[in-house]
């Protein structure tokens, strides 16, 4: 018997498809910033620009709350939906992934701590004084989607073993970049609010120990309370996202080899049911049977995992498209002097393509060379090089902490084009690598 099929499946299926490939994030990102490039330089551009500066906010009396530019609810709204969602693979990769094992870690670790360390050092020795200097966390950062789109284009070219490193590389680069944020991206910081946040933070740790895995309550206590909290604190309200995305349990009531049993068990009173084919509604009996089915599976499933892979579409195909789409777009009207009246552009353009390269390559040879751990099964130094040009994508979190570090449109502007060339430069070429590394017979 096969499964019956609706016209509108017709429509979803292809989607759904679209959304659980692998590279497809990648490719929407990429739409995403061609449409706010057009956009930025069209004859719509006026409208284009201004559409973000209108305010969104809440009256009570004729008081406003929370009133913010549609630009600001973007970076500081929506994008900590992004961080979230990091926080949770973090703590993923921490808890049962690559990260868990220390002699795996240890190499994308220090692959990542040299892939934010030297790009940094470059942009701080080409501009090292003024109000430019506060740009040297743009080039620390690795965009996963658009680096991950380009390993996933070369397919089965490559080892697992690229993607694998390369996917742990971007996870502590994100923390890296987190981390930065919090310490020294934030405006004047109230006391009061941000240890309010850091109290409900400190109540959904105790629920997580407490075992309660409904996550309305993390939803509650993280966005009214916490969220809010660091909102109001001036610390970066993205940092609380991450905070509450390691609050949330990583552990489940049912045991796998339990919830098999329970499972046939259920599986086989549906059997015995006489079977209702004929017509589309469910007996009492089972309509139980699948109830209980359904409350088993989900004590099976980590709140944690469920959260996170109920939300990477969205975050995907909604959060980052529409971030790229308010701060992605370039006027290229642009006077080359006014471009390079400071070194911004060149300080994250080299930061990113070289300095991504030299800290990659460089921190995980040092470790190969000291034995502290050996390179992973399929790598040599020519795909870790391409690997590292890769990493030099830093689309995302690049474009995200510009916004921070610089309040003049000219300096946002210099340092938009120095993250575009260098990640446009720096996909192609590790393409270009990774791809002529691989043997004839394999392509």
Do not use: C
């Amino acid at each position: 018997m096969t499964e019956k099929t609706y016209p509108i499946d017709k429509i979803v299926r292809p989607v759904q498809k679209f959304i659980q490939h692998e590279k497809s994030g990648g490719i929407t990102l990429g739409i995403s910033v061609l449409l706010a490039m057009f956009l930025a330089n069209s004859m719509w551009s006026e409208e284009y620009f201004h559409f973000f500066e209108h305010k969104l906010g809440f009256v009570f009396d004729d008081v406003k709350y929370f009133e913010f530019t549609l630009h600001h609810w973007i970076n500081d709204g929506l994008m900590s939906i992004f961080f979230f969602v990091v926080g949770l693979e973090l703590k993923r990769e921490i808890v049962g992934g690559e990260l868990s094992n220390p002699r795996k870690a240890i190499l994308p670790i220090a692959a990542a701590l040299g892939g934010m360390v030297v790009p940094a050092l470059i942009y701080i020795s080409l501009n090292h004084e003024g109000p430019q200097q506060a740009g040297w966390g743009i080039p620390m950062a690795t965009d996963i989607a658009f680096a991950l789109g380009v390993l996933f284009l070369l397919g089965k070219r490559i080892p697992l073993s690229l993607k694998v490193f390369l996917t742990a590389l971007a996870i502590v680069d994100d923390l890296g970049a987190v981390l930065v944020i919090a310490l020294f991206y934030t405006a004047d910081i109230s006391i009061t609010n941000l240890f309010i946040g850091l109290g409900f933070a400190l109540v959904m740790y105790v629920g997580n120990r407490m075992g309660v895995q409904n996550v309305l309550f993390y939803a509650i206590f993280g966005i009214l309370g916490l969220w809010t909290s660091f909102l109001l604190s001036g610390v970066h309200a993205t940092i609380a996202s991450v905070i509450a995305a390691f609050t949330i349990p990583a552990d489940v009531r049912i045991k796998e080899s339990l919830y098999i049993d329970k499972i046939q068990h259920f599986l086989n009173k549906f059997k015995s049911v006489d079977p209702n084919d004929k017509i589309p509604i469910l007996t009492h009996t089972q309509l139980h049977i699948l109830d209980e089915i359904k409350k088993k599976t989900d004590q099976a499933i980590p709140p944690l995992q469920k959260l996170e892979h109920a939300m990477h579409p969205f975050v995907t195909f909604v959060v980052i498209p529409i971030f790229a789409l308010a701060n992605a777009g370039v006027s290229l009207n642009i006077d080359l002097e006014n471009l390079f009246s400071t070194n911004i552009a060149i300080g994250v353009a080299l930061g990113l393509l070289l300095g991504k390269v030299v800290g990659v390559v460089g921190f995980t040879m040092l470790m190969v060379k000291m034995k502290v751990a050996p390179l992973p099964a399929g790598m040599n130094l020519k795909n870790l090089f391409g690997l590292g040009l890769v990493a030099s994508i830093g689309f995302t979190m690049s474009l995200f902490i510009s916004s921070l570090a610089f309040n003049q449109p000219e300096f946002h502007v210099q340092a938009k084009i120095g993250i575009f060339a260098a990640s446009i430069i720096g996909g192609v070429l590790g393409y270009w690598v990774l791809s002529s590394n691989t043997p004839k017979g394999r392509r």
